[in-house]
Nanobody
């Protein structure tokens, strides 16, 4: 497994932006596809975005397309989630995850971070 540590969450107003970061260690970073998931209170954890090993391919939850951008820096073992035009519906704990597969399926990710809280006020 790989150790993942998220950062960058916080309290913002609707329409604001945030950039989440996730630092990976313990496994060759470029061997893993990376994903971001989120979990709102009382709801299941849901897929948000994924990025392939090279960073060429990305995939998004429909409701964040055009607002969120996932990227990675393989030289620094980092993955990012740039979130723009945030709405209260984006409020959740955001998790970084690693997988052998380029996937939107939660069960295909074998390593998870501890999560970072994002709260968007109206």
């Amino acid at each position: 497994q790989v150790r993942l540590v998220e950062s960058g969450g916080g309290l913002v107003q609707a329409g604001d932006s945030l950039r989440l970061s996730c630092a990976a260690s313990g496994r060759t970073f470029s061997d893993d596809c990376m994903g971001w998931f989120r979990q709102a209170p009382g709801k299941e954890r849901e897929f948000v975005a994924a990025i392939s090993r090279s960073g060429i391919n990305t995939h998004y939850l429909d409701s964040v397309k055009g607002r969120f951008t996932i990227s990675r820096d393989n030289s620094q073992n980092l993955v990012f989630l740039q979130m723009n035009s945030l709405t209260p519906e984006d409020t959740a704990v955001y998790y970084c995850a690693a997988s052998t597969w380029f996937s939107f399926r939660r069960d295909e990710y074998d390593s998870w971070g501890q999560g970072t809280q994002v709260t968007v006020s109206s």
